[in-house]
């Protein structure tokens, strides 16, 4: 049976799965793959030096799909920020079909996207940021658990999606999509039968074939050492929880918050987007990097090809959903 859902019908693909905003990772060839999938692929926005950057990014996506796809625009602290406006407003002269918007608030953007036509998917770890991004007015909520790669904002914001996700649908008014540590056909089944519309996945999609990375990090991902227990917490002092690969210099991220009275200048040189960038697309050294990571790792095992990745995914998915109506039987009491 087909999976259409309201995902499905708002943004004209075929399955509900998304691929999430990936930094340095999240480029056309990662989008456009993932869209000739079926699926939803996603440009992450600030990956791009500067806005002008990220319009022909998205030009150039266009000569490898006629497929929708979006952009992700995460607002984070930054010693500079990026100039968040002119992003903004390139996604909306752009008409992509979905932005992805993570961290800051939809308000200031969404009357400009949504003239342009752009839906809004606003990503929320908890219940408090999804109820006032559904008051601003966004298409689509991502709730995302603990167990992903994007946290939660403060400590003790530490909730799984198996809470969130029943909790949010219980709730929330527009479609909810599940994100955090998702990767497979049962978890994307289990996701629909809570009440979301489609699954977001990130981690899983760093090992496939067209994942613009260093084959070597791929291959280490799919290490049977590399398990669920491979990730760590940081920034949550900073009120920007990440679940990142635990290594030498996140373990020294920790050591630095764990102090104390920590400012962002403290962690940037460890946290520098560009020393992740060298590790994606040159070096491979996994252990000399801060790189976003879920839980989901301990899921993975091979390195398929995008199409192969989702239609593998989809037929799991459907194959639950069959097999949890036959397991429910008629009770001899």
């Given at each position: 049976?087909?999976?259409r859902?309201?995902?499905?019908?708002?943004?004209?693909?075929?399955?509900?799965?998304?691929?999430?905003?990936?930094?340095?990772?999240?480029?056309?060839?990662?989008?456009s793959a993932?869209?000739n999938?079926?699926?939803?692929g996603?440009?992450?926005?600030?990956?791009?030096?500067?806005?002008?950057?990220?319009?022909?990014?998205?030009?150039?996506?266009?000569?490898?799909?006629?497929?929708?796809?979006?952009?992700?625009?995460?607002?984070?602290?930054?010693?500079?920020?990026?100039?968040?406006?002119?992003?903004?407003?390139?996604?909306?002269?752009?008409?992509?079909?979905?932005?992805?918007?993570?961290?800051g608030s939809p308000?200031?953007?969404?009357?400009?996207?949504?003239?342009?036509?752009?839906?809004?998917?606003?990503?929320?770890?908890?219940?408090?940021?999804?109820?006032?991004?559904?008051?601003?007015?966004?298409?689509?909520?991502e709730i995302?658990?603990y167990?992903?790669?994007?946290?939660?904002?403060?400590?003790?914001?530490?909730?799984?999606?198996?809470?969130?996700?029943?909790?949010?649908?219980?709730?929330?008014?527009?479609?909810?999509?599940?994100?955090?540590?998702?990767?497979?056909?049962?978890?994307?089944?289990?996701a629909?039968?809570?009440?979301?519309?489609?699954m977001?996945?990130?981690?899983?999609?760093?090992?496939?074939?067209?994942?613009p990375?260093?084959?070597?990090?791929?291959?280490?991902?799919?290490?049977?050492?590399?398990?669920?227990r491979?990730?760590?917490?940081?920034?949550?002092?900073?009120?920007?929880?990440?679940?990142?690969?635990?290594?030498?210099?996140?373990?020294?991220i920790?050591?630095?918050?764990?102090?104390?009275?920590?400012?962002?200048?403290?962690?940037?040189?460890?946290?520098?987007?560009a020393?992740?960038?060298?590790?994606?697309?040159?070096?491979?050294d996994?252990?000399?990097?801060?790189?976003?990571?879920?839980?989901?790792?301990?899921l993975?095992s091979?390195?398929?090809?995008?199409?192969?990745?989702?239609?593998?995914?989809?037929?799991?998915?459907?194959?639950?959903?069959?097999a949890?109506?036959?397991?429910?039987?008629?009770?001899?009491?």
């Open positions: 049976m087909p999976l859902t309201a995902l499905t019908e708002l943004l004209g693909i075929e399955h509900p799965i998304i691929q999430g905003g990936m930094q340095y990772v999240g480029y056309a060839e990662m989008a993932v869209s999938a079926g699926g939803l996603i440009i992450t926005g600030l990956t791009q030096p500067n806005p002008e950057a990220l319009r022909a990014e998205i030009r150039r996506c266009r000569t490898m799909t006629s497929k929708p796809f979006g952009v992700n625009l995460t607002i984070l602290p930054a010693l500079i920020p990026a100039d968040y406006d002119s992003f903004a407003r390139i996604i909306a002269e752009e008409k992509v079909a979905m932005v992805e918007l993570a961290a308000k200031k953007y969404i009357g400009m996207w949504h003239a342009a036509g752009v839906k809004v998917l606003h990503k929320a770890a908890t219940m408090r940021h999804a109820l006032k991004a559904q008051e601003a007015g966004v298409d689509l909520i995302v658990g167990e992903g790669s994007i946290a939660g904002g403060q400590p003790g914001d530490e909730v799984g999606l198996w809470v969130l996700l029943a909790k949010a649908t219980s709730v929330l008014k527009v479609p909810v999509i599940a994100a955090g540590a998702s990767g497979t056909g049962r978890q994307l089944a289990a629909l039968a809570m009440g979301a519309h489609g977001t996945m990130a981690t899983r999609f760093l090992c496939t074939v067209e994942a990375i260093d084959i070597r990090i791929k291959e280490y991902m799919c290490k049977p050492e590399v398990d669920e491979s990730t760590t917490i940081v920034l949550g002092s900073l009120s920007n929880a990440t679940r990142v690969f635990k290594n030498p210099v996140s373990l020294q920790r050591e630095i918050e764990a102090e104390g009275s920590v400012d962002f200048s403290k962690v940037a040189p460890l946290a520098a987007g020393r992740t960038k060298t590790m994606w697309q040159q070096s491979g996994v252990q000399d990097a801060l790189w976003s990571c879920g839980q989901s790792v301990g993975i091979d390195i398929p090809t995008c199409a192969v990745l989702i239609s593998r995914i989809v037929a799991e998915a459907e194959s639950q959903l069959n949890g109506v036959s397991r429910v039987v008629q009770s001899k009491l």
